[in-house]
C-alpha cells in the first residue's frame, strides 16, 4: 500500500514506460539442458526454439562505469545483420519514491521527455523499482556478426562513434573518448529468448547464463512485460504476480542480471 500511495501521482505519464521484471524458479521451469521444459512452453504458449542472442559489455576493471549507474552494451540477434549499442544509465528508486530518483537523474541533465535522445523507462520487479535512461545505436554489417570475433579494440572504436548525438556535443574536449581508453570487453554471455503469452498477457521469458559464486554458471530465468506506463503495468504486475504464485514458479525477489554479470573477479 505505502509504494502504490508513493506512485499514484505517476500513475498516468504516458512517457514513462515500463517493464515489469519476475524472477523463475529455475528448478521448476528449466530442464537438464538449460531450456523451459515442454510443461512450460505449452503453458506460456511458446515455440520450442528460443532466439539466441548475444551481449558484451564495455567496461573498466574496476568497473567504474558501473558503480557510477552506467552500462554500456553491444547485442547481436541471431540472424539479424547488425550490432545495437546501448547507453544506459540506471537510478535506484528506494522504497517507490521516484521523486527522489528523478532527482537525481535531473542533476545529471536527465529528465522523461517525449523528444529525449535517453527515453526513460522503470523496470519493476518483485520488491525493487529502477528507472532507466537509454539510447541505442544500430551498426549493420553485411552478414550476420559474431560477438565472439569481435576485438576490444573495435567495440570500443564502435561504442565511442555511436555516442548520441547530445553526448558528442557535450564532450568538446575529448574526454568522452579518453574515458574509453581503459575500457575492457565482458563477456560474450549468451542468453535465450522465448516469446509468449500466460493467459491474454504477451510475456517473454529469458534464460541468462550468469558466473556463480565460487565459480561455476548459474542460469537466471525472468519473465518480462513491457507496458505503456505504469498504470497498466501496475494492474498487470498485480495479476502476473497472482498467477506466477498459484503455479508455484514466482520467487519472491529480485536481482540484477548487468552487476552479477559485471562483478569484478577476485
Request: hydrophobic share 40%; net charge positive.
Amino acid at each position: 500500500m505505502k509504494l502504490m500511495k508513493k506512485i499514484r501521482n505517476w500513475l498516468n505519464r504516458k512517457n514513462l514506460a515500463c517493464e515489469i521484471k519476475l524472477l523463475l524458479d529455475s528448478s521448476q521451469v528449466l530442464g537438464e539442458d538449460h531450456l523451459l521444459t515442454k510443461s512450460m512452453r505449452k503453458t506460456f504458449q511458446m515455440e520450442d526454439e528460443p532466439l539466441r542472442i548475444e551481449v558484451i559489455y564495455l567496461d573498466t576493471p574496476a568497473r567504474d562505469y558501473l558503480k557510477a549507474g552506467w552500462v554500456s552494451r553491444i547485442r547481436v540477434k541471431e540472424g539479424k545483420p547488425r550490432y545495437t549499442i546501448t547507453y544506459k544509465m540506471r537510478y535506484p528508486v528506494p522504497d517507490g519514491d521516484l521523486d527522489e530518483a528523478l532527482a537525481a537523474a535531473r542533476a545529471d541533465g536527465l529528465a522523461p521527455q517525449k523528444k529525449s535522445p535517453y527515453p526513460a523507462e522503470i523496470d519493476w520487479g518483485y520488491a525493487k523499482m529502477t528507472l532507466s535512461f537509454a539510447a541505442n545505436a544500430e551498426v549493420k554489417t553485411e552478414k550476420t556478426p559474431d560477438l565472439s570475433l569481435l576485438t576490444p579494440e573495435k567495440a570500443v572504436q564502435m561504442a565511442v562513434e555511436n555516442l548520441p548525438a547530445e553526448v558528442k556535443e557535450q564532450d568538446t574536449d575529448g574526454s568522452m573518448k579518453d574515458a574509453y581508453k581503459d575500457i575492457q570487453v565482458i563477456g560474450p554471455a549468451r542468453f535465450l529468448r522465448y516469446e509468449g503469452a500466460l493467459g491474454k498477457q504477451d510475456v517473454r521469458i529469458e534464460i541468462w547464463p550468469i558466473p556463480a559464486e565460487g565459480g561455476g554458471i548459474t542460469y537466471t530465468a525472468e519473465l518480462s512485460r513491457a507496458c505503456k506506463n505504469l498504470m497498466e503495468a501496475a494492474e498487470i504486475r498485480i495479476k502476473l504476480i497472482e498467477k506466477l504464485d498459484k503455479m508455484g514458479i514466482l520467487i519472491h525477489g529480485d536481482n540484477l542480471k548487468t552487476q552479477m554479470i559485471l562483478k569484478p573477479v577476485k
